[in-house]
Each structure stands twice: as structure tokens, then as C-alpha cells.
């Protein structure tokens, strides 16, 4: 059973920096795609990045420069480093694990495998 977990979300002003830390219980294995959504109050859900099962990266335009992915202990923890903040960033932001992967995971339709966190949420006030 694998379960992601975040943690690390709160308040920031703009231009600001959070670290944002998932716990991925459970057994990952080589098959597994980890990474980040958010989604605005109202808005789509948006994919930010992911790590592939070869540690392979990619981000999405609208935060590539500005977030770093990162994975430790075996893909155990994943972490999303945002910098340059700003209110557009404002969202829930989410962990996602799903066995299937592919390298446009980010813009896959439906996710039917993946496994959520319970969001934490990041308010970037101007």
C-alpha cells in the first residue's frame, strides 16, 4: 500500500520561498511516477513535476526555473523546493505516486492509478 502524505504548506509573501515535503509510505517500486499537482480555488488541476522510475525530471512551464523536485531514501521522501513566489502560486498543492508512467504523465487526462495525498495548502499573498 503506498501512501503519500504532505506536509510543509502555510503563508507566504510574494517573492517568498517554501519547501514542500512528502512522506511516501508503503513499498516504491521501480514502476512508480512521484510528483506534484496543485489546484487554484476554482481552477483546473495543474501538474508541477515528477520523477520517473529511471530519476528522470520534468517540469511543467508555467514553474520550471522557479520549483525543484527532489527524492531521498529510495523515493521515500519527495520534496518541492518553490522560490520566487508569487499569488498565481496559491493552490493545494498535492503528492501524487501512480505505477504507471510516462513522459507526458504531467498532462495525462485521468489518472485512474494514481494514489493522492491529502493536499496541503500554500497561500502566497502579495
Known amino acids: 500500500q503506498v501512501q503519500p502524505v504532505e506536509s510543509g504548506g502555510g503563508s507566504v509573501q510574494a517573492g517568498g520561498s517554501l519547501r514542500l515535503s512528502c512522506r511516501v509510505s508503503g513499498d516504491i517500486d521501480h514502476n512508480y511516477c512521484l510528483g506534484w499537482f496543485r489546484q487554484p480555488p476554482g481552477k483546473e488541476r495543474e501538474g508541477l513535476a515528477f520523477?520517473?522510475?529511471?530519476?528522470?525530471?520534468r517540469y511543467a512551464d508555467s514553474v520550471k526555473g522557479r520549483f525543484t523536485i527532489s527524492s531521498y531514501n529510495a523515493k521515500n521522501t519527495l520534496d518541492l523546493l518553490m522560490n520566487s513566489l508569487s499569488p498565481e502560486d496559491t493552490a493545494m498543492y498535492y503528492c501524487?505516486?501512480?505505477?504507471?508512467?510516462?513522459?507526458?504523465?504531467?498532462?495525462?487526462?485521468?489518472?485512474?492509478?494514481?494514489?493522492w495525498g491529502q493536499g496541503t495548502q500554500v497561500t502566497v499573498s502579495s
Open positions: 501524487v505516486a501512480e505505477h504507471l508512467c510516462v513522459n507526458t504523465w504531467l498532462n495525462v487526462q485521468n489518472h485512474f492509478d494514481a494514489v
Open positions: 520523477i520517473d522510475p529511471d530519476d528522470n525530471i
